[in-house]
């Protein structure tokens, strides 16, 4: 297991206020380097490499599934193997964001979470042909 802090080196302290100073675009920029980092390692498989986060990190690890983001930000040849979020915010909309990763993408939410809803994530799951059958909930 490789655990990514977007948060201490750049010297930001824990809690909602302090986090909210590292945007959501550092830490899927984040993501996608260790997932370069990791996959040139020489005793990891890189097909096997999957992204999962919580809350804030579960945002990530949706998004980091469309391939709008891959495109732009992902190391080139690579793909993580799967995608876990747990409890995401979903009420953020991209252009083309229908166009998911063929790899797994498996969100994982609860109805009496007040903080990050979970309407908004069953939206945008019906718009995507290759999403929508990948929420538990």
Known sequence: MFILDCFTGRHVGEGLVSESRVDFMTMLVDAYKALEILANHPRIDPSRIAL??????GRVALYASLKRFQHIYGPAGLEFAAYIPFY???WTTYIEDE??????????????????????????????????KMFNS
């Open 88 to 90: 995401p915010a979903c």
């Open 52 to 57: 999962m986060g919580f809350s804030r990190g």
């Open 99 to 132: 166009q998911v990763s063929e790899g797994p993408i498996r969100i994982f939410h609860g109805t009496a979470d007040d903080w990050a809803p979970i309407e908004p994530c069953r939206n945008m799951l019906c718009g995507s042909a290759n999403m929508g």
